[in-house]
């Protein structure tokens, strides 16, 4: 290993190579959608075996970070792909069919982070966010309330013009235009009553079930982005979770 990389002398060889790529997927040397040099080429690089880099890659690639390609190589993974898209969203017809959503942004303001944007967005309280509320429709129909807040100094400029201009997801957005990839997300899922305002957005009566879904969304070395608060009217649809 070279010495101009400090890797934790502790962790097995090949998780310290993919630490490496990962610090150079944070710098920027790489970016979503392109190719990363060959295993042979970071064997090189970083003197160790193609063996070692291999187990690196096939690690990378299994938390959807990179992606082979038969043939062509391996690439950075991205948003923009049709198959990854709505990668993160769970919300499904009862019978398991997939829909693509229609977006409706209601709004886009800035704010200050108070103590519980703060702690999920690992900012200080009182540090400026921005904050989306829009409604995800499926057939025509408002079935998600989504409650979005934002770093204001990661996401400048960001705007209810510029989500509603852009042909994408968020997180496609995020990507291509702030350089910023979600890499995983953590969920906390609960049955909750419509209040007010969720129950006349979606189109249900007060104090009907929704269910909640408070989400952290990280991007490379689990440095959280985005904190989503999403209330889903499941009368016709459920969360669908594939596991193993």
Known sequence: MTKSHSTPTFRPLYEQI????????????WRPGEVIPSELELANRFKVSQGTVRKAIDALAAE????????????????????????FLRIVELSGKKEVPVNEVLYCERGKADSTAAERLGLKRGAPIVMVRRLLKFSGEPLILDDIYLS?????????????????TLYSLYESRYGTRIIRAEERIQAIAADETAAKLLGVAPDSPLLDIDRVAYTYSDQPVEWRVSRCNTTRHCYLNELG
């Open 18 to 29: 993919k630490i490496l790529i990962t610090q150079s997927l944070v710098a920027g040397e």
């Open 152 to 168: 204001a100094t990661l996401f400048k400029g960001m705007s209810e013009a510029l989500i509603n201009e852009f042909d994408g």
């Open 64 to 87: 959807n970070i990179l992606v082979r390609r038969q043939g062509k190589g391996t690439f950075v993974a991205t948003h923009t792909e049709e198959h990854t898209q709505y990668r």
